[in-house]
């Protein structure tokens, strides 16, 4: 059975670092996984989607890559903002079943000016 | 337009109730899911619908009842739901397994 863990689970810096969130699984055989952000009480916010064809994809001041064979996936936030804060979930997408999507623990964090 | 619509955004139910959650879509998407969020914890799937055709249960309970009446649109019939039940109700769609887009969701609490 496929699990996702996140680390750290939660993080707080200084505005203007950059910094690295981490999504671990465990069954390398994946479709895809795909990072969302999750502002309190709202929904999913897609911010990048990674084959398992590919190694990374980027949008804007966000890098994320992938490892299947050491099944990892690393997100990476250049020059964070107050306005990155907010939850961020790594998904897995099932090879067998490409429509179920397993979620990670969730990464919460906070940047402060 | 990567829009997926929810209403109603906020819902308040006494377990005798009837109510239905709403979803839209008009992407074009081929798949539609349901998801269920507790606080502070990752969205878990309920259900998956893939061209019109209920495709995923992941054990639901039956007091939750989906529907699809066509392509764009996705409904969550809730029948005598327990305080349990709260908790963030959020919809996705997506085209061929990739990347899934998710509404707003709708807050519900169970009296």
């Known amino acids: 059975k496929q699990e996702v863990t996140q680390i750290p689970a939660a993080l707080s810096v200084p505005e203007g670092e950059n910094l690295v969130l981490n999504c671990s699984f465990t069954?390398?055989?994946?479709?895809?996984l795909q990072w969302f952000r999750q502002d309190p009480g709202k929904g999913l916010t897609s911010l990048l989607l990674?084959?398992?064809?590919?190694r990374e994809q980027t949008s804007g001041r966000l890098n994320a890559s992938l490892d299947k064979s050491s099944g990892r996936s690393t997100l990476y936030i250049a020059a964070s903002q107050p306005g990155d804060s907010a939850t961020y979930l790594c998904?897995?997408?099932?090879?067998?079943?490409?429509?179920?999507?397993?979620f990670g623990t969730g990464t919460r964090l906070q940047v402060f000016p | 337009d990567t829009e997926v619509t929810q209403t109603p955004k906020h819902l308040v139910m006494g377990m005798t109730n009837k109510k239905s959650l709403k979803c839209e879509q008009h992407?074009?998407?081929?798949?539609m899911y349901w998801y269920k969020q507790k606080a502070k914890k990752p969205p878990e799937l309920m259900f998956v619908?893939?061209?019109?055709?209920?495709?995923i249960n992941e054990s639901v309970p039956s007091r939750f009842s989906p529907e699809c009446p066509n392509s764009s649109l996705l409904n969550l019939h809730l029948h005598a739901l327990q305080p349990e039940d709260s908790a963030l109700y959020l919809c996705?769609?997506?085209?061929?397994?990739?990347?899934?887009?998710f509404g707003p969701g709708t807050r519900l609490t169970v009296l």
């Open positions: 996705a769609s997506s085209q061929s397994g990739d990347e899934q887009f």
């Open positions: 069954d390398s055989a994946i479709y895809n």
């Open positions: 990674i084959q398992s064809s590919q």
């Open positions: 998904a897995v997408g099932e090879l067998y079943n490409t429509d179920k999507l397993i």
């Open positions: 992407m074009g998407h081929r798949a």
């Open positions: 619908y893939s061209y019109e055709k209920l495709s």
